[in-house]
């Protein structure tokens, strides 16, 4: 099966940028600063080679609706640190033909469980939410044109933060990716919460490029929604298909 190659020196170097503008609007107390710890040395060439900073998947996923491209999607996701301190960070850029630009990223633990989750977007509408997990609970605060708004919602471990057309959640979905599972999944862009079932509906293989991968087809669905998506034995996504809406997303060979 053909790899999918991540260059660690490239996620480090996109991943100090993306932490020096991604968190703009994030409030006093909020801001990580990778560029920061680099710069200052608490973290050097020699510890990110023995692990600190450890590269899990880059891709860009050339998004459609109905067929006809409306923006690409640049994912990074690595794993930050050692032992018990480990977060899997991901984050992506997501750029639409109409002008807007998002920025979502999530942070969880190292079984995938999201602690935290931002999404920054500019354009057509303007705004932020952004995600903590506080005990047994989930608070997200939204900020729009149309003003301020906190929500607070229960949190299990089967509660998972989604929005249907960010490529990049659906990585954090592989705890849950070997057989059929009821989720909560919340999108606290739109404000929702509601129980959808995770199947595996088995192996396939698709494309990259004019590469055939080998992968397992995954099906999020509800009595109103259901979303495909495609992931290859690491769990990084190949593929994504909303047929409601008639978006899908394919990776994009390196």
Same mark, same amino acid.
Do not use: C
């Given at each position: 099966?053909?790899? !999918?190659?991540?260059?660690?020196?490239?996620?480090?170097?996109?991943?100090?940028?993306?932490? +020096?503008? %991604?968190?703009?609007?994030? @409030?006093?107390? @909020?801001?990580?600063?990778?560029?920061? !710890?680099?710069?200052?040395?608490?973290?050097?060439?020699?510890?990110?080679?023995?692990?600190?900073?450890?590269?899990?998947?880059?891709?860009?996923?050339?998004?459609? @609706?109905?067929?006809?491209?409306?923006?690409?999607?640049? !994912?990074? !996701?690595?794993?930050?640190?050692?032992?018990?301190?480990?977060?899997?960070?991901?984050?992506?850029?997501?750029?639409?033909?109409?002008?807007?630009?998002?920025?979502?990223?999530?942070?969880?633990? #190292?079984? $995938?469980?999201?602690?935290?989750?931002?999404?920054?977007?500019?354009?057509?509408?303007?705004?932020?939410?952004?995600?903590?997990?506080?005990?047994?609970?989930?608070?997200?605060? +939204?900020? +729009?044109?149309?003003?301020?708004?906190?929500?607070?919602?229960?949190?299990? =471990?089967?509660? %998972?933060? $989604?929005?249907?057309?960010?490529?990049?959640?659906?990585?954090?979905?592989?705890?849950?990716?070997?057989?059929? #599972?009821?989720?909560?999944?919340?999108?606290?862009?739109?404000?929702?919460?509601?129980?959808?079932?995770?199947?595996?509906?088995?192996? =396939?293989?698709?494309? %990259?490029?004019?590469?055939?991968?080998?992968?397992?087809? $995954? @099906?999020?669905?509800?009595?109103?929604?259901?979303?495909?998506?495609?992931?290859?034995?690491?769990?990084?996504?190949?593929?994504?298909?909303?047929?409601?809406?008639?978006?899908?997303?394919?990776?994009?060979?390196?």
């Amino acid at each position: 099966m053909p790899t !999918i190659p991540v260059s660690t020196t490239t996620l480090v170097n996109r991943s100090v940028q993306a932490f +020096s503008g %991604v968190f703009r609007g994030w @409030r006093t107390g @909020r801001v990580l600063l990778l560029s920061t !710890i680099l710069a200052g040395g608490l973290l050097g060439p020699a510890e990110a080679a023995h692990g600190q900073v450890v590269a899990m998947d880059e891709a860009t996923f050339r998004l459609t @609706r109905g067929g006809s491209e409306v923006g690409r999607e640049h !994912i990074t !996701i690595h794993r930050l640190g050692l032992g018990q301190d480990a977060r899997i960070i991901g984050q992506s850029e997501i750029t639409l033909t109409d002008g807007s630009q998002l920025r979502p990223r999530l942070e969880a633990t #190292t079984d $995938l469980r999201a602690s935290s989750y931002q999404n920054e977007f500019t354009g057509a509408e303007t705004g932020e939410v952004i995600v903590s997990r506080v005990g047994r609970r989930l608070v997200a605060r +939204s900020r +729009s044109a149309a003003g301020e708004s906190q929500r607070e919602y229960p949190a299990s =471990e089967r509660t %998972v933060i $989604l929005e249907p057309e960010v490529v990049l959640l659906y990585y954090f979905l592989q705890p849950w990716a070997g057989s059929d #599972t009821d989720l909560t999944v919340l999108d606290p862009r739109a404000g929702s919460r509601q129980t959808l079932t995770l199947r595996l509906m088995g192996p =396939e293989e698709v494309r %990259v490029g004019r590469n055939p991968v080998s992968a397992r087809h $995954l @099906r999020l669905e509800g009595s109103e929604s259901r979303v495909d998506v495609w992931m290859d034995d690491q769990g990084r996504v190949l593929r994504l298909e909303v047929p409601g809406s008639g978006f899908a997303a394919e990776r994009l060979p390196s």
